[in-house]
């Protein structure tokens, strides 16, 4: 399944609170390595420095979940499953054939 990961940074307090979060994050980082179970197309940065994105395929969400889970201190994720173009365009077309059947 591909999936579109989206982050944002989690509400801080103080600068001193934010900085610490961010020094936090990068040793996280340093060490962390993406589930074997997933393949990760794309992985970027906003470059207003709020968030991220990634796309990925996978098909254990347990591995999934337990990723972004290691994550939650510091970030909000939004996981969308998502089609390619060439495999959505004709599945609109037969569910535009079955909802024009109807009205």
């Known amino acids: 399944m591909k999936m579109v990961l989206t982050w944002t940074n ?8 934010v900085v ?10 340093a060490d962390w390595q993406p589930n074997e179970a997933a393949t990760i197309r794309e992985w970027l940065v906003r470059a207003d420095g709020t968030g991220g994105f990634c796309v990925l395929e996978t098909e254990d969400l347990g ?8 994550w939650t201190p ?4 939004r996981a969308v499953p998502v089609l390619d173009i060439e495999e959505a365009t004709p599945l609109l077309g ?3 054939a079955i909802a024009g059947s109807a009205a």
């Open 10 to 17: 989690r509400a801080s307090g103080d600068p001193a609170e």
């Open 20 to 29: 610490g979060s961010m020094r936090s994050t990068l040793g996280l980082l």
């Open 63 to 70: 591995a999934l979940y337990r990723d972004l889970a290691t």
């Open 74 to 77: 510091w970030l909000e994720f």
């Open 94 to 96: 037969e569910a535009t």
